[in-house]
């Protein structure tokens, strides 16, 4: 990855295209990303704002987000600042990863009133900023950073705006042959690091692709991938490598791509990389590029950080019932061995007049056995031979009476068990709304408190996610991925006459085609979802169970998300990405 100065760049020459256009709507669909919804001549679209720490970004973006039903802080501020807003200016302020944007829009009173939006890509210390241009105070951040943790910086409601320190690099677009070389000749280190030391916006991955083309130019190799510990290259084809990737970027000539670099990870660039080692894929802007690139990955890494309280219970509870398992499977066997303290208890009383108080030990003939064989029977020394035998009856009764009771734990744990793999199976591929419903559904169940305050409980009417996707065929497949979402399909969304699949003896996912008249490529798709989102998903040959709806109940007083089911067909699939992938879904509440 290469978010630097100059995919900065690349982005705002992009947003060009929205100077005279209105934010028609915005929403903040978690603590890090900001959502707005631009109106301009090349229609509506969706631009992303992020300040994560691990994923921080701008680019128009196609996805559909999951919105709170209460809009944050910052959200309702912007709102109130920006929404309906006329957008003036974007500019990149240097080579920096910062962008201001400055809006105009008419307050309370009727009067004009600019605003500016800044945005900082600054990883850990990323942040998008309202500010009052004309007074330079802070309206708010998506991030707060209060005195206690930067003297320099202070990110509050009333505080002045303080920029980043600056680094005092030179702008690579502006500098001149004669100071590039006089700069490169007093510098003693190799060139990528001086690179990236001297000019403002070059990231490691950039410097290494200008030195990798300077020492090809200079025939000391064939554009090398790994530049560290590069001999000192020639200042003149140092230049001529740096201009040849600055040149473009000067004229705003961009070539976005991904691909893997020299140790195996994935990278974009918004120049193209003549040092890369699989080129994967070029665009034709770099929204596209990022949006590819970034796919889910800043979601699965909010859901983590999100999950982890849950993932860590599930696992806990997990390891208790397992432990109890054990536990009971050897009650099971001692219990099993019942009729051994009966046998030993009846030849005692038969024999008391072989055995005294204070034996530890005593061996009786077992009359029992037709061979008339000798059995050793343990003794308590401190007890009589007649509390000897009433011992090991009440020993017997304790076990006949508690096998029925065992039986039935163990029915209950082995149900309890797979209860919490389908719970963690449900994570593994949970979105953030997706979470939410996990933590409810585990509320109702006793296994949670209720975090909800008072007053602002859940209503009996909202309705959970529901995951909606297109086959090839036009038809219409609903996926339900955690139990509640499952038993909402099932039970609720789906008619008698639809066809239900889930994995064979697989935690996964309830999937309803909602049709009667479909073709093998539906049922081949929908069994793959079932598949994907399935435990089985890195399996190959996943065994799917198709079936109707009405053939599919739910026995009184099992746990959410389980059904029993017969008249069923099984066919055999193996999960395909790209194939998931190419179905067009959607995502609404019921």
């Not at 809009?71 to 240097?94: D, N, S, T």
């Not at 910062?98 to 600019?114: A, C, F, K, T, Y």
């Not at 999937?511 to 793959?528: C, K, M, N, Y």
Request: overall charge negative.
């Amino acid at each position: 990855m290469a978010l630097d100065g100059i995919v900065t760049r690349a982005i705002v020459h992009e947003l060009q295209g929205c100077i005279g256009g209105r934010i028609s709507k915005i929403h903040q669909p978690n603590g890090h990303d900001v959502v707005l919804t631009l109106r301009a001549q090349r229609g509506n679209s969706k631009l992303l704002v992020s300040a994560s720490p691990t994923y921080p970004r701008v680019h128009y973006t196609e996805k559909t987000f999951l919105n709170p039903t209460e809009a944050p802080m910052f959200c309702m501020l912007l709102r109130k600042h920006c929404e309906g807003a006329i957008i003036e200016e974007i500019r990149q302020i240097g080579m920096e990863r910062i962008i201001h944007i400055n809006v105009r829009q008419r307050d309370e009173l009727g009067d004009v009133s600019v605003k500016r939006i800044i945005i900082e890509l600054m990883g850990r210390h990323s942040n998008i900023i309202l500010l009052d241009p004309v007074t330079g105070t802070i309206l708010d951040g998506i991030h707060h950073v209060t005195p206690s943790i930067s003297s320099y910086r202070v990110i509050m409601p009333g505080f002045s705006y303080t920029a980043p320190p600056e680094q005092h690099k030179s702008n690579p677009l502006e500098v001149s042959h004669a100071a590039f070389e006089e700069s490169y000749h007093a510098a003693e280190e190799e060139a990528s690091r001086w690179l990236v030391n001297a000019f403002s916006g070059l990231s490691p991955l950039i410097a290494g692709e200008i030195a990798a083309r300077g020492i090809a130019a200079e025939g000391t190799a064939s554009a090398p991938t790994v530049v560290e510990g590069e001999s000192r290259i020639e200042a003149g084809a140092l230049w001529n490598a740096f201009e040849g990737v600055m040149g473009p970027v000067r004229d705003h000539i961009y070539t976005p791509v991904t691909g893997m670099n020299a140790k195996g990870k994935m990278i974009f660039s918004a120049v193209h990389l003549q040092s890369i080692q699989d080129l994967e894929k070029t665009y034709d802007t770099m929204s596209k590029c990022m949006e590819d690139y970034y796919g889910d990955k800043a979601e699965r890494d909010t859901v983590k950080q999100r999950v982890s309280d849950l993932l860590r219970f599930l696992q806990n509870e997990r390891s208790k019932n397992i432990k109890k398992l054990d536990n009971l499977n050897k009650d099971l066997l001692e219990a099993d061995d019942a009729d051994k303290f009966r046998l030993w208890g009846e030849l005692l009383f038969a024999s008391l007049h072989q055995v005294h108080k204070g034996d530890k030990s005593v061996e009786l003939v077992n009359f029992y056995d037709e061979d008339q064989a000798n059995i050793t029977i343990q003794l308590d020394p401190l007890l009589t031979p007649s509390d000897n035998a009433q011992r090991y009856f009440k020993r017997y009764n304790k076990y006949k009476n508690s096998l029925a009771v065992i039986h039935e734990q163990l029915g209950k744990t082995k149900d309890e068990i797979d209860y919490l793999d389908n719970l963690l199976q449900q994570l593994s591929i949970a979105s953030m709304n997706d979470i939410e419903e996990i933590r409810d559904e585990l509320v109702q169940q006793g296994y949670l408190r209720d975090r909800n305050k008072k007053g602002k409980k859940k209503k009996k009417s909202d309705r959970p996610t529901v995951h909606q996707f297109t086959s090839s065929e036009g038809i219409d497949i609903l996926v339900g991925k955690n139990n509640l979402q499952n038993e909402y399909v099932t039970n609720r969304l789906a008619s008698s006459n639809d066809t239900w699949l889930h994995t064979k003896d697989i935690p996964g996912s309830h999937v309803v085609i909602r049709s009667t008249d479909f073709g093998e490529a539906t049922l081949e798709e929908a069994a793959q979802l079932a598949a994907y989102f399935s435990q089985a998903k890195e399996s190959s040959s996943v065994p799917v169970d198709y079936t109707f709806i009405r053939h599919v109940r739910k026995p009184s007083g099992a746990k959410p998300g389980f059904v029993i089911y017969d008249h069923q067909k099984t066919l055999f699939v193996t999960p395909n990405d790209e194939l998931i992938k190419s179905l067009p879904s959607t995502i609404k509440n019921g």
